[in-house]
T-cell receptor
Framework: EDQVTQSPEALRLQEGESSSLNCSYTVSGLRGLFWYRQDPGKGPEFLFTLYSAGEEKEKERLKATLTKKESFLHITAPKPEDSATYLCAVQAPGSARQLTFGSGTQLTVLP | NAGVTQTPKFRILKIGQSMTLQCTQDMNHNYMYWYRQDPGMGLKLIYYSVGAGITDKGEVPNGYNVSRSTTEDFPLRLELAAPSQTSVYFC???????????FGPGTRLTVT
């Protein structure tokens, strides 16, 4: 069974204090790993897709990396507007095309 | 483009009542999905569709039904609502299963 574990569950940072969120996964052959951002009361918003170990993608203050067992979402010099819940999801071959989501990391960036 | 739209935003049902959650997308995506999100839990797939007339069960389909008569619409039907169906429901769509999914704003459902 595919499993996704995100840590920490919650993270509080001061504005400008860089950090990383972790997404550990267990799948039988990764087809893709997805990062989403979710603001309170809204649907998840797509950030990145990573397909193979060693791949990296960046968007503004966010950088996602992927190894064979985990993915990191690095946040550099965060701002209060980066506060949100960050969700990780994996897709495996033969998984009926579904994504398996982690429970998310709730990030709060204090001014 | 409006993207993925869902109605209603909020709904309170009594045990045993039925309702339909509406979902529409204007991106001409073939793939559509229904998820539920419970507090502190990841999203769980209820049903998905790979095109008009084709639907299949996800991880947690019991108590729900879907239909897909057009590319744009993918309604979710709850029959005989139960307290365990209290949740936030999200509809999503994607170009293919390999690509990112775009989510609607969600429907918050309470069954009492």
């Amino acid at each position: 069974e595919d499993q996704v574990t995100q840590s920490p569950e919650a993270l509080r940072l001061q504005e400008g204090e860089s950090s990383s969120l972790n997404c550990s996964y267990t799948v039988s052959g990764l087809r893709g790993l997805f990062w989403y951002r979710q603001d309170p009361g809204k649907g998840p918003e797509f950030l990145f897709t990573l397909y193979s170990a060693g791949e990296e993608k960046e968007k503004e203050r966010l950088k996602a990396t992927l190894t064979k067992k985990e993915s990191f979402l690095h946040i550099t010099a965060p701002k209060p507007e980066d506060s949100a819940t960050y969700l990780c999801a994996v897709q495996a071959p033969g998984s009926a095309r579904q994504l398996t989501f982690g429970s998310g990391t709730q990030l709060t960036v204090l001014p | 483009n409006a993207g993925v739209t869902q109605t209603p935003k909020f709904r309170i049902l009594k045990i045993g009542q039925s309702m339909t959650l509406q979902c529409t997308q204007d991106m001409n995506h073939n793939y559509m999905y229904w998820y539920r999100q419970d507090p502190g839990m990841g999203l769980k797939l209820i049903y998905y569709s790979v095109g008009a007339g084709i639907t299949d069960k996800g991880e947690v389909p019991n108590g729900y039904n879907v239909s897909r008569s057009t590319t744009e619409d993918f309604p979710l039907r709850l029959e005989l609502a139960a307290p365990s169906q209290t949740s936030v429901y999200f509809c999503a769509s994607s170009q293919t299963f390999q690509y990112e999914q775009y989510f609607g704003p969600g429907t918050r459902l309470t069954v009492t």
